[in-house]
């Protein structure tokens, strides 16, 4: 069965510095997306990022990019030069690439970023 | 629309009560999902839609609750003699529908309570 683990509840992260949220994934299959959404406090899921699992570059959206490690299974997102208004949950998320089916969402991390 | 509307986004309800839930989905978007999230965790899949035929309802819990879309637009989900366990954010979301990444874009949510 497909799963999403992220093992960071929550992070602190000074204003302007780099953070790198984790995520690792599991699935039998070959053909999958992996995506990240950001939810801030008001509440709505926020789509940043999608990386395919043929896609050979990493996925990069302005200051997001997805650090893809296939063989690790990994798909960690990186935020270059954080702001007050990256404070959010973040979830990790992947679908089977065969289907156009649910998503199974990670737990979620919740970055704070600090003035 | 510009973006999937939900209605009501609050609902307060008493035990045994039936509640509908109302999703809009982005204006030519072929499929529309539907998503709880209890607090502090991601959002888990309750059932699909292409057009206006169910594809996968094996996320719904129990029998007390159902999903239509008779026009392939607007869906309704209702929840049948409520129960507290079901008080949670309700999540609607569509996508264009067909081929990768087919990103899923989220709606504001109804936060349920059962009394």
């Known amino acids: 069965a497909q799963k999403i683990t992220q093992t960071q509840p929550g992070m602190f992260v000074q204003e302007k510095e780099a953070v790198t949220l984790d995520c690792t994934y599991d699935?039998?299959?070959?053909?999958?997306?992996l995506f990240w959404y950001k939810q801030p406090s008001s509440g709505e899921m926020i789509f940043l990022i999608y990386?395919?699992?043929?896609?050979?570059q990493n996925a990069t959206e302005g200051r997001y990019s997805l650090n893809f490690q296939k063989a690790r299974k990994s798909a960690n997102l990186v935020i270059s030069a954080s702001q007050l208004g990256d404070s959010a949950m973040y979830f990790c998320?992947?679908?089977?690439?065969?289907?156009?089916?649910?998503?199974?969402f990670g737990k979620g991390t919740r970055l704070h970023i600090l003035p | 629309g510009a973006g999937v509307s939900q209605s009501p986004r609050y609902k307060v309800t008493k035990r045994g009560q039936d509640v509908a839930l109302r999703c809009d989905p982005i204006?030519?978007?072929?499929?529309l999902y539907w998503y709880r999230q209890a607090l502090g965790q991601g959002p888990e899949f309750l059932t699909y839609?292409?057009?206006?035929?169910?594809?996968?309802k094996s996320g719904l819990p129990n029998d007390r609750f159902s999903a239509e879309r008779p026009e392939g637009s607007i869906s309704t989900l209702t929840i049948q003699r409520t129960e507290q366990r079901d008080s949670a954010m309700y999540r609607c979301?569509?996508?264009?529908?067909?081929?990768?990444?087919?990103?899923?874009?989220f709606g504001p949510g109804t936060r349920l309570t059962v009394l």
């Open positions: 979301a569509s996508s264009l529908g067909g081929g990768a990444p087919d990103t899923q874009y």
């Open positions: 699935t039998s299959d070959q053909s999958y997306g």
């Open positions: 990386q395919g699992s043929y896609d050979e």
């Open positions: 998320a992947m679908r089977d690439g065969n289907r156009d089916d649910k998503i199974i």
């Open positions: 204006s030519g978007h072929v499929s």
């Open positions: 839609f292409n057009y206006e035929a169910q594809q996968d």
